[in-house]
């Protein structure tokens, strides 16, 4: 009788495995899908009724694709390229997102803080950000510098304010407590407050990588000596469409490696959480 109560439900894990591998399955068969007939769609518009001058096609852009990865680019190696890009992002990305969370925890935990620093990161988050990429190849050059202080900045708002809010969500009979049992600031801090701010500022994360490639782009594209940003500038000023295309692409895949292994971090570091609510968060 106790084996075939342990038979049930493991006949019932198999079968939710079942149709999670059978849901994956679809979502994905309708992904390539719709990928292939917008494709195919682009191919036919830009072949019968519009100028591929202007609007290219697959065809032309995967050429251009081949091409920069056998032959090389205008300015080089284009795994160099792909380097220089993701050295200026990782790095933007690591000081912003650091910063962010230290002086969004700090703040959000000060009101006086907070009251006084306010209408300053207002008014440095109204700048628009294509100046201060401008600002920072005058201040810093055409080098990495500039590059990576403008994904340092669009990494940093990113974070800061979801650290920032998170901080001020901690539930306050949870700090009560602590401090009842003699708990100080920084025990607090370290135990009760970075933990209940861990989901609001890994979901920040995912975006702040995509804002860092954005920046390091961006800068690129106003001043460099190397990277994709300059490779997509060179391709506009050359009327080259398909290199255009082929830079997002690139910069596109590059994102996409970046949010999975940020997901699979995510996931490692909520384990302790219930399972619902993270995978709730995941399929979103």
Not at 51 to 80: M, N, R
Request: hydrophobic share 55%; with cysteine.
């Amino acid at each position: 009788m106790p084996a075939e109560t342990e038979a049930i439900p493991a006949r019932e894990l198999t079968g939710a495995a079942r149709a999670a591998r059978n849901r994956r399955l679809k979502v994905w068969s309708i992904r390539v899908v719709l990928v292939a007939v917008w494709l195919g769609s682009w191919e036919l518009a830009a072949t019968y009724w519009i100028d591929p001058f202007f609007y290219s096609k697959p065809s032309e852009v995967w050429a251009k694709l081949v091409d920069w990865f056998t032959v090389g680019t205008s300015q080089g190696s284009i795994w160099t390229n792909i380097a220089a890009t993701m050295e200026e992002a990782v790095i933007g990305f690591l000081i912003g997102a650091l910063a962010g969370i230290v002086l969004g925890v700090l703040l959000g935990r000060s009101p006086l803080l907070s009251d006084i620093c306010a209408p300053f990161i207002k008014a440095l988050n109204a700048v628009p950000r294509i100046v201060l990429a401008a600002l920072f190849v005058i201040w810093f050059g055409l080098g990495m510098q500039s590059k990576i202080a403008t994904a340092f900045i669009l990494v940093f708002f990113a974070v800061f304010f979801n650290a920032f809010q998170g901080a001020r969500e901690v539930d306050r009979n949870l700090i009560n407590n602590a401090r009842v049992l003699g708990a100080s600031r920084f025990q607090v801090l370290m135990t009760i407050v970075l933990p209940s701010a861990t989901s609001w500022i890994l979901a920040s994360l995912h975006s702040a990588f995509g804002f860092a490639l954005i920046g390091a782009v961006v800068g690129e594209v106003v001043g460099a000596e190397t990277g994709l940003g300059l490779l997509i500038s060179r391709s506009q000023g050359n009327f080259d469409t398909p290199g255009i295309y082929a830079g997002m692409i690139v910069i596109t895949v590059l994102a996409l490696l970046a949010e999975a292994i940020l997901t699979a971090l995510e996931k490692r570091l909520l384990k302790w959480r219930p399972t619902a609510a993270h995978e709730q968060g995941a399929q979103i």
